[in-house]
């Protein structure tokens, strides 16, 4: 039987390459929705190519532009925040929850309601909004499989395997573009070269988090959220050739890591096909590149980001939230060239002592309005801190 399957950020990185998965292998899949926001040409044609079911185009604008697009066709297209309920008729077995930053909590949770997998790509939700991901997880009896190679590869070391047993959780940090650059020259780099990640192509806003690390930290918060081992045990090494994603090591002087090439698409195959290892025609590993591996400690001087993982932890539910959204503007401004790179974590620490910063840090957050709620403050305090 083919899986009823959606893609819901389906024109950008991640969803491009599920998407690719998915077109090599349309015997097994069947695909009922794809959704982006912008680039409605793409969306266009990725319906066609795969002759999807339902379109959403989430910006109205470009809703007549795909609807002539696809007007000789029976693909039904949606525009705007419409349910995934409205658009489908019965539940689906496969859901890739691809939409970059906070925008993606709704569909993640709506996807949980109506999908019997949903593969959670969108870290932001997990980090501002796991309880109540949970919440639905458990109501809607739904599996939830993380996408991130870190988490990935977390949870495929661990199968079986109880805290007690675990003396440490490595989570690599490749150290993006500017791991070698001289640590004064950091203040002046411009975003065109922060974009450029030497291992990976990925959206825009996640490859200015691996450039200052941030991604690292948010990692770690979605780890500590997404299992249950002691939050204390986690620590980001510096792995430039990204082979190794995560390491485990056991109490037992036992370690554990598996490797493989930098692409998405294994671990996303991988939720595809319900965690087996189905054959992909992809690049396959030199084992020559075994002993060509190397592992080094953080340099918290280059990297002051990895300072705001304890800071998070210990600092009241909903800090995560506060600091996912404030990234978020700052990566907007620093794209736009409106304030420098180091900017974005020196203005992150600001927030900290902002004297409103403990009220919103303490809050234990319900529904997506009190998240909202949250989020809408960083958001102003960061713009605010950034203008003065
Ligand atoms: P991209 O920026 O490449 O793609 C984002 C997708 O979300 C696009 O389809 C975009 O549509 C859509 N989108 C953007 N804004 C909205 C909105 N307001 N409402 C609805 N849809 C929207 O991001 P990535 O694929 O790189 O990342 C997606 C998520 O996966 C992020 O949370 C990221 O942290 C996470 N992730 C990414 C990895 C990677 O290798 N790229 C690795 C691990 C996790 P449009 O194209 O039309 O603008």
Redesign the pocket.
Known sequence: MKKRIAIL???????KSTFEIIKKNKKDFDVILL?????YK?LIKQAKEIKAKNVLI?NEIFSDKVKKGLKNSSIRVFSGDISLKKIINKKLDYTMS????I??LQPTIDAIKNSRIVAI????SIICAWNILLKEVKRNKTKILP???EHFSIMELTRGIVDEEIEEILITASGGPFLNLPIRKLKKVKSQKAVKHPN?N?????SIDSANLMNKVFEVIEACKFFNFNKIKYRVVIHPQSYVHSIIRFKNGLIKMILYNAD?KIPISNTLYEKRNIFLNIKKINTAIFNKNSFYNVNKKRFPSINLINKILNSGPSTATIVNASNEVLVDLFLRNKIGFLDIVKTINKIFKDKEFKKYAKRKVKSVSDIKLVDNWARLKTVAICVK
Do not use: C, L, Q, Y
């Open positions: 950020g389906s024109t950008g990185s991640i969803g959704t982006a926001n912008n680039n793409k989430k691809a939409i970059v930053g925008a993606g790509a969108n870290k932001e996408v991130d190679s990976w990925m959206g825009k806003k996640i998405m």
